[in-house]
């Protein structure tokens, strides 16, 4: 298969069971819902290094928020179902609770798992907190110098997919840098999903394990690195020169395929020899993502019963 002259290659990307959150910041202006959400996710590409890994899903206008001020949603995703209180507890505690005009809401209200956030966060109030049930939810108003910091009791998590992928094998560094930013611009605002990379890119693409290690769970892609094709098994075809990474993660599969799909088809462009994806031959999650199927149209991703958990994450 190819798409405007650039191969898809028939293989697939493995991705792997997360928890996920979705948090909807509000405040008085698009300023200030930026500067909260842009420290929420700040240090959360990967849950290799930074234990969660959150973006901006998409920006939400007055009439699509509780409050009827600007917002953003934010997912957050963490490996364990234990980590994310935790994660949203200390996130949501430092850098929304801390700028200037916001509230912050649940964006799961119908996740059957509640975790206790303005539950725990209440208590910076000192006592003087006080809470109002409002439709049957809770919400807690803290004092803080500039007037009441409020948000919503309990947030809900779910089960989500961490680790959807694709890669752009182009001639150029150029090249994969424009099939990128294309790929990135196509899913933006896509509902469901997140690119956690800085910009949406990777460029540090892993593979499980590492070669000189045993206590490394991750270390750099040899196969696709070009400037270790002489040195290595390399997965390169002739004229590739540069190797970008995108990765999705999202609320549930069909997210996942319908964002790979407009980010591939973006992608493809001059300059890109092959679209490809990374896998681990079915040992790292359930859910594998083949791109000649997505870019078919068919059924977007397939669940394998017997696949066992990940042991570690890819990029």
């Given at each position: 298969m190819?798409v405007?002259?650039v191969?898809i ?5 493995e991705?792997?069971?997360v928890?996920a959150?979705?948090?909807i910041?509000t405040g008085?202006?698009?300023r200030?819902?930026?500067a909260?959400?842009?420290?929420l996710?700040g ?9 969660v890994?959150?973006?901006?899903e ?5 009439s699509?928020t ?9 997912l957050m ?7 994310l209180?935790?994660?949203l507890?200390e996130?949501?505690?430092q850098t929304?609770?801390t700028?200037?005009t916001?509230a912050?809401?649940?964006g799961?209200p119908d996740?059957?798992?509640r ?7 209440r208590?910076?109030g ?11 939810e809770?919400f ?5 110098m ?10 809900g ?5 961490g680790?959807g992928?694709f890669?752009?094998?182009?001639r150029?560094d150029g ?7 294309a790929?990135?611009?196509?899913m933006?605002g896509?509902?469901g999903v997140i690119?956690p ?5 990777v ?14 769970i991750?270390?750099t892609?040899?196969a696709?690195?070009?400037?270790l094709?002489?040195?290595t ?7 590739v020169n540069?190797?970008l ?6 609320l549930?599969?069909p ?7 407009a980010g591939i088809?973006a992608a493809c462009?001059?300059g ?5 994806a ?7 999650g359930?859910?594998?993502f083949h ?7 068919e ?6 019963p017997?696949?066992?958990?990940p042991s570690?994450?890819a990029s």
């Amino acid at each position: 298969m190819n798409v405007r002259g650039v191969l898809i290659e028939d293989t697939f990307a493995e991705a792997f069971t997360v928890r996920a959150a979705r948090i909807i910041i509000t405040g008085a202006s698009a300023r200030w819902v930026s500067a909260a959400a842009l420290k929420l996710t700040g240090f959360a590409t990967s849950v290799i290094g930074c234990k969660v890994e959150a973006a901006i899903e998409r920006e939400l206008g007055s009439s699509d928020t509780p409050d009827g001020r600007p917002g953003v949603s934010v997912l957050m995703m963490t490996m364990g179902k234990d980590d994310l209180p935790k994660r949203l507890i200390e996130r949501i505690g430092q850098t929304v609770l801390t700028c200037p005009t916001t509230a912050c809401y649940d964006g799961l209200p119908d996740a059957p798992d509640r975790i206790g956030v303005g539950s725990s966060l209440r208590y910076f109030g000192d006592g003087f907190q006080m809470s109002k049930v409002i439709g049957g939810e809770r919400f807690w108003r803290i004092p803080v110098m500039e007037g009441e910091f409020l948000v919503q009791e309990k947030f809900g998590m779910q089960k989500a997919v961490g680790g959807g992928n694709f890669l752009m094998l182009a001639r150029s560094d150029g090249a994969a840098l424009a099939a990128a930013e294309a790929a990135v611009d196509a899913m933006h605002g896509m509902p469901g999903v997140i690119l956690p990379f800085p910009g949406g890119v990777v460029r540090s693409g892993s593979k499980v394990g590492a070669r000189r290690s045993k206590t490394m769970i991750a270390s750099t892609n040899d196969a696709y690195c070009p400037t270790l094709r002489a040195v290595t098994q390399t997965a390169l075809p002739e004229g590739v020169n540069s190797v970008l990474e995108i990765v999705i993660n999202g609320l549930d599969a069909p997210a996942i395929s319908r964002a790979m799909r407009a980010g591939i088809d973006a992608a493809c462009r001059e300059g890109v020899v092959a679209i490809s994806a990374g896998n681990y031959g079915g040992k790292l999650g359930p859910y594998h993502f083949h791109l000649r199927a997505i870019m078919g149209g068919e059924a977007p991703a397939a669940e394998s019963p017997a696949a066992s958990s990940p042991s570690a994450p890819a990029s």
